[in-house]
């Protein structure tokens, strides 16, 4: 795997999810182009994973194929906010994420 075909595909218009196939069989989920780094040297690249908080390092000679993601269509994730106002009072209201 080359730099250049990895950027061609973060630089789409529109942008559509891929993973990166690694040898061991492994898929690295790209759900956007934010999520993926690149080291001074264009030899290895960062993909990070659950919002941001975790991330590979891969070697991009290690990487066998990109791939459609076939969960790009998922239903987003739902989850709860607590909400403290002013005087203290409390609501909670449902917020959706992007997966």
Do not use: Y
């Amino acid at each position: 795997m080359t730099l250049k075909v990895l950027k061609d595909k973060l630089d789409a218009q529109p942008f559509e999810p891929f993973r990166l196939r690694m040898p061991d069989g492994r898929a690295l989920r790209v759900p956007h182009p934010e999520f993926v780094s690149k080291s001074p040297r264009d030899r290895i690249v960062i993909v990070r994973w659950d919002n941001g908080e975790r991330f590979h390092v891969v070697d991009l000679d290690l990487v066998s194929d990109l791939e459609p993601d076939p969960n790009k269509g998922a239903p987003r994730k739902k989850f709860q906010t607590l909400t403290v106002s002013a005087d203290c009072s409390t609501t909670f209201k449902q917020v959706a994420t992007a997966v």
